[in-house]
């Protein structure tokens, strides 16, 4: 009699249902939340740029646009968690998320106060400042790419999502300040003004905008995730006038960014490619290549090289050329200026530096391999010495065999070839006889010293 057993296992529907709850457990945004009309309020009042927050903001600016000036991280830094500039951008996306055409505006508004006294300020600064010199930290916000967007986009979600928190987390808004760099754009931007630079300026306001829109539509999507009470407006031509203004300047943000990101990253693949074929292919001989310079153009890149020493062959530029599509090099164009450097742009205190590494490498390297090749010829000539050769009975016994010899010597010694730095120890033997001997009679003396002397080589020079 067969029974069945009871099916135990789980079913798989069952599996899911648990994996559901225990991910909306995990992830719910519920627990903890604080009520809307208190979220509501918190960013309401930092929407409004007058009294403290105003005086907050330009102080803000000047210690930015010192950091800016003098290259400091930290001063930047520090100007970053000063601003209150994360409050009207904010309003604005929360104003969208629940329709509220007067935040909106007011939002806006704001923002527009706020953005025109930075301005202001940062170029009063740059104007009176005696350094003029555009540091690294400053021209890194005059080149925005899709990254800028993705930054300021996951950091607006951190900030409203802990901001609709009952309990604070303190770390955050602070860590979205630095994260979004919402000060140090405005700031470059001013510069760009005091300096008459339209570049700089373009650039760095396009910096600001893209933190800007994306923190809005961070906020407005973590609004209209959480669920909150939506407001009508007051016509459907107005809501649908807003949410076209929404997408647009999301493509606004979006569409350049993600070209100028895309070139970016085709600048560095171009470099690291140049770096390695320069390093594995541009190893010559009575040559050096002292600097290079990978330029990159989106229609046609430049890789050039500066050497010292023999000029380059035009047969290995050739070799040269033809090399450089195995890196991802094959649309750059090789440029190698090498002698005379006069009327060249060339930077002659790095080719002095880097000269005097070279020399400095080489002679070390020179000396020990000198040095290793006396150590060597040494060892060879003790070796020789220690070894001997039995010469007078070497001589009765030649002259045993061959009555006719005067003089005979024979010694160990090294016999150096003129291609080769590698010496050669040979048995050398040295004879003069009263008659001169024939082809087959020297065969015979020299089958007769390799056996009796057991040397491997020996050379017979005969008189």
């Known amino acids: 009699m067969i029974i069945d057993k009871p099916n135990t296992s789980p079913k798989r529907s069952d599996v899911l249902t648990r994996i559901g709850h225990f991910l909306r457990d995990r992830f719910s945004l519920e627990e903890d939340k604080d009520d809307e009309a208190g979220i509501i309020r918190s960013i309401s009042r930092g929407i409004e740029f007058r009294g403290v927050n105003l005086w907050t903001l330009i ?66 600064y740059f104007l009176i400042s005696p350094l003029h010199i555009a540091q690294s930290e400053l021209l890194a916000r005059t080149s925005p790419t899709v990254w800028d967007a993705f930054i300021a986009f996951f950091g607006g979600l951190a900030g409203i999502v802990a901001g609709s928190r009952r309990e604070k987390v303190t770390n955050v808004i602070p860590g979205v300040a630095i994260a979004t760099a919402l000060m140090p754009p405005l700031c470059t931007a001013g510069y760009g003004l005091a300096t008459l630079n339209p570049y700089y300026f373009a650039g760095a306001f396009y910096l600001f905008m893209i933190n800007t829109i994306c923190i809005s539509l961070a906020t407005f999507l973590i609004v209209r995730f959480l669920g909150y009470q939506q407001k009508e407006y007051p ?34 693949i171009f470099e690291q490619a140049a770096l390695r074929f320069v390093t594995n292919e541009c190893n010559f001989q009575y040559r050096q290549v002292i600097n290079y310079a990978a330029r990159f153009n989106r229609r046609q890149s430049t890789l050039e090289l500066t050497m010292v020493g023999e000029p380059l062959p035009a047969d290995s530029l050739n070799v040269l050329r033809a090399r450089m599509p195995a890196y991802g090099l094959g649309n750059a164009r090789l440029v ?15 080719i002095t530096s880097t000269v005097t590494d070279q020399v400095i490498k080489y002679s070390q390297s020179s000396i020990a391999r000198k040095d290793r090749t006396i150590d060597s010829l040494r060892q060879q000539l003790q070796q020789a010495q220690t070894a001997g050769l039995p010469v007078a009975d070497l001589r009765n016994e030649l002259k045993t065999l061959m009555p006719d010899v005067l003089n005979f010597t024979a010694a160990q010694t090294l016999v150096m070839d003129r291609n080769t730095n590698r010496p050669d120890t040979v048995t050398l033997v040295y004879a003069r006889f009263s008659r001169r001997h024939t082809v087959a009679e020297r065969r015979r003396i020299e089958r007769w010293l390799q056996s009796r002397t057991k040397s491997k080589k020996i050379k017979l020079v005969v008189e």
């Open 235 to 268: 016509s459907e031509s107005v809501e649908r006038r807003v949410r076209h203004t929404i997408w647009l300047s999301v493509l606004i943000v979006l569409v350049p960014s993600t070209y100028l990101g895309y070139q970016i990253v085709r600048k560095t």
């Open 59 to 124: 102080f803000a600016i000047f210690i930015a646009s010192i950091g800016l000036n003098v290259n400091s991280t930290a001063v930047i830094i520090g100007a970053m968690l000063i601003s209150p500039l994360m409050g009207p951008i904010m309003g604005i996306g929360l104003g969208v998320g629940i329709n509220d055409l007067t935040m909106i505006l007011r939002g806006l508004k704001n923002l527009g106060i706020a953005v025109g006294i930075s301005l202001l300020t940062s170029t009063v």
């Open 336 to 350: 190698v200026k090498q002698g005379s450097f006069k009327n060249e742009d060339v930077d002659v205190t790095a």
